[in-house]
């Protein structure tokens, strides 16, 4: 079923904007100007940023997951073997938009750690406009969609500020929304600047409601400006955790990896060497030493493996299906042919799901690693709504095939991905590969080649610096023309590497993604591979070839200066900056956060910090209607969350563990209508034993138990927090999703300098 999509307007407004044109804060044109001959003749860029996608998973590329739509782009194109990106997301991101290294625009690697250092602040200068703000300045309607993740937690609320929203990055309109990851059943989303309910519907998926908004924003510039071209910037979550995919699809891929991990690597890599995306002589890197055989594990666990597989290539081939939609309509109005269709992945497959996977994504922030038997509950559900799950490391490095190790390590695994580029009208070639060294930074600069758009002087009155990434246009009909970049730095989290003229220098500081409290100290040597010979990096060489490795080194060094990668740190750096924030915003705050009435779509790290501290709620509540349900406060959902609700008109308090249990402390009487404060005293407990709850309406105490400490571990990871207001999946089981407080509510005040207080009954109001 398809969604509609009555929110968006039908008309995009066009401004003509000549090359080379300044580009202002929020243009707001007051007439339509024709498109000048020469922009009617530049190409639609269309780019698909998958997420978490290694090397092997496309099934052009090899993989075992049936992605048709992305092979019919590779049949109209480019295949690019030799592709790399930074080994995170935010990092690839921020470089692939801006056409410069990820350092250079301060965000060396994921934003939410960020570091008060050049390089890692989070913050991308003014002088970096995107690729977005070129094009836009040149006539382009831009448009992004899905995940946009590289913006500082601080800055992503409704309260702005905006410079690093999409809006504020050069794109016209924006749908998605501002994190990590998302629910694909319940996403809480944006649109443009606005918070917003999903689509109401019994079989929604985020990635078909992206691809209806996607084709309606397309379809839409033609109302005023058919000539005008496109710029489109579709990120789906797939396939980061969680991975979420329809019964049916799911369905389709019982049993296909039963063969498991070992028995999967061996033909993906028959089938590369097969297409070619490999060499002839290309054999498979070692699997991490913690990484089980395949033939080892026990039934239980076989079983379990496999289907995380299935969702997995469930959720892939999905999202291939609904991309298919927007590539079919393209082609049915014409516009196909001039359009550069740019598939990619952000970095490789993802191993934070350690050896056993992940029910939820939300054991990441207890610092453990699920456990097989916590898993094993979530089985028959895994993958839909009742599940936020990951796989086994072990199919990462199945996804990564013949490299080693996987996202976060600078290891071929972790940065070499597909990199899939189809020009019908431009690239005269078809179904062929190209095996130059290419960039993530060189992608911008090979989409303004392409399309003759200079890199604006100015983007919002301010100096522009050059991109640093190389335009690869050279490479589109010659397949055989020598690289044209002489070497290009990685880092990330410690993890350091360099790569120049076919060889590599990495290390080996940091290889379990799922750990985020490290803090040994980077000194890991250097480790020196050949990957002309030696793709999956099986043989060091550094201590038979110490000079290359001092030169190699040098010309490290050299980037580092010049890219603004040192001082580097752990990951565990920026969760200590992180928390040091926090406490500077809680002395800021006077330990009190206070909201004048609803609010909605607050990330965690910006809203009150009741997942880890007792505290005093209060609200002024005014009733129109008897025995009504509505949140009074929510933040997290169904897998980890906690929320002060009426359920038929009585106050009920409910926490939920990351496992979706549910304790709760209820009123067993409904408020009358008319006003009333609602107080919630929350008593955290400094050791292991229960939370103490009371709650008072009217002075009174209409309600008082306890938490058990179980309960309390792991606080909504990925949903958010609001006022009046439970966007995501619900806390309260039973409770309506995305419905607004059925009342008034103002005044409302979390206190947390009162976190062991026992209240008693008071003669007037509280």
């Not at 976190?755 to 008693?760: L, S, T, Y």
């Amino acid at each position: 079923m398809r969604h509609a999509v009555s929110r968006l307007s039908l008309i995009a407004a066009a401004l003509a904007i000549l090359p080379g044109a300044t580009i202002a804060e929020a243009p707001q044109p007051t007439t339509q100007t024709p498109a000048p001959a020469q922009q009617q003749q530049r190409p639609n860029v269309l780019v698909w940023m998958l997420d978490d996608v290694g090397f092997a998973q496309f099934s052009s590329y090899g993989g075992l997951v049936a992605t048709p739509n992305i092979d019919r782009v590779a049949h109209m194109g480019l295949r690019y073997t030799n592709y790399h990106t930074a080994p995170v997301c935010s990092a690839a991101r921020a470089s692939f938009l801006t056409g410069r290294m990820p350092h250079s625009v301060n965000i060396g690697g994921h934003v939410a750690v960020s570091r008060p250092h050049p390089g890692y602040s989070g913050h991308i200068p003014a002088e970096a406009g995107t690729i977005a703000d070129n094009l836009h300045a040149a006539g382009y309607a831009t448009y992004a969609l899905g995940k946009w993740d590289h913006i500082p937690n601080a800055e992503s609320s409704p309260a702005g500020p905006f410079n690093q929203w999409p809006t504020g990055q050069g794109f016209d309109r924006f749908y998605g929304f501002l994190s990590a990851d998302i629910d694909n059943w319940r996403p809480a989303l944006v649109s443009d600047r606005t918070p917003i309910d999903m689509p109401e519907s019994p079989d929604y998926h985020l990635n078909d409601d992206l691809a209806d908004q996607a084709i309606t924003m397309i379809e839409s510039r033609r109302a005023s400006d058919p000539a005008r071209p496109f710029m489109m910037y579709w990120a789906t979550g797939t396939a980061h955790a969680p991975h979420h995919a329809p019964a049916d699809w799911i369905g389709r891929y019982k049993g296909k990896f039963d063969m498991g991990w070992d028995k999967a690597r061996e033909q993906i890599l028959a089938r590369q060497k097969a297409e070619g995306v490999v060499s002839k002589h290309a054999k498979l890197a070692p699997r991490p030493a913690d990484q089980p055989a395949w033939d080892t594990l026990n039934k239980v666990q076989k079983r379990l493996y496999a289907r995380q597989m299935e969702v997995f290539a469930a959720s892939l081939s999905h999202a291939d299906a609904e991309f298919g939609r927007i590539l079919d309509a393209l082609e049915a109005s014409g516009e196909l042919d001039n359009t550069i269709v740019i598939i990619t992945s952000d970095n490789g497959a993802s191993a934070e799901g350690a050896q056993h996977g992940m029910f939820t994504e939300a054991v990441l922030g207890r610092g453990k690693p699920a456990s097989l038997e916590e898993n094993l509950p979530f089985f028959e559900e895994w993958g839909g709504p009742g599940t936020y799950p990951h796989y086994s490391y072990g199919w990462a490095v199945a996804g990564n095939t013949p490299f080693r190790y996987f996202k976060h390590a600078t290891f071929e695994g972790g940065t070499r991905v597909p990199l899939v580029i189809a020009w019908p009208k431009g690239i005269a070639g078809r179904d062929e590969l190209r095996s130059q060294f290419t960039h993530v930074s060189d992608i911008a600069p090979t989409i303004l080649d392409a399309a003759g758009v200079k890199l604006a002087e100015r983007v919002n009155n301010v100096v522009q610096s050059p991109m640093e990434g190389v335009s690869f246009t050279y490479s589109f009909a010659a397949p055989q023309a020598p690289t044209r970049k002489k070497a290009q730095y990685f880092e990330m989290f410690g993890n350091k590497g360099l790569w120049a003229d076919g060889w590599t220098i990495v290390t080996s500081h940091r290889l379990e993604p799922w750990d985020m409290a490290t803090t040994r100290p980077i000194t890991a040597p250097w480790e020196l591979y050949d990957l002309k010979t030696d793709p999956g990096q099986r043989s060091d060489l550094a201590a038979r070839q110490p000079e290359r490795v001092a030169a190699l080194e040098q010309i490290f060094e050299e980037q580092a200066e010049r890219y603004h990668v040192n001082p580097i740190g752990n990951i565990s750096e920026g969760m200590v900056e992180m928390m040091k924030n926090a406490g500077a915003e809680f002395a800021r705050r006077g330990g009190k956060w206070r909201y004048p009435g609803p609010v909605r779509n607050i990330q965690q790290t910006v809203g009150p910090p009741i997942s880890a501290l007792g505290f005093r709620l209060t609200a002024d509540l005014d009733l129109s209607e008897p025995r009504t349900t509505g949140p009074i406060f929510a933040a997290g959902g169904k897998l980890g969350g906690i929320g002060l609700y009426l359920r038929n008109g009585k106050p009920v308090f409910a926490v939920n563990t990351i496992a979706g249990k549910t304790s709760e402390v209820a009123a067993s009487e409904a408020l009358e209508t008319g006003s009333a404060r609602v107080v919630l005293q929350f008593n955290r407990p400094k050791g292991p034993g229960p939370a103490q709850v009371f709650i008072l309406a009217k002075g009174k105490v209409v309600a008082e138990g306890t938490i058990p400490a179980e309960t309390m571990q792991g606080f909504f990871i990925f949903e958010l927090f609001g006022v009046g207001y439970d966007g995501g999946t619900p806390v309260l089981p039973g409770a309506t999703p995305d419905t607004p407080f059925p009342g008034e509510i103002s005044d409302v005040t979390f206190d947390f300098t009162v976190p062991n207080a026992v209240p008693r009954t008071q003669s007037g109001s509280e």
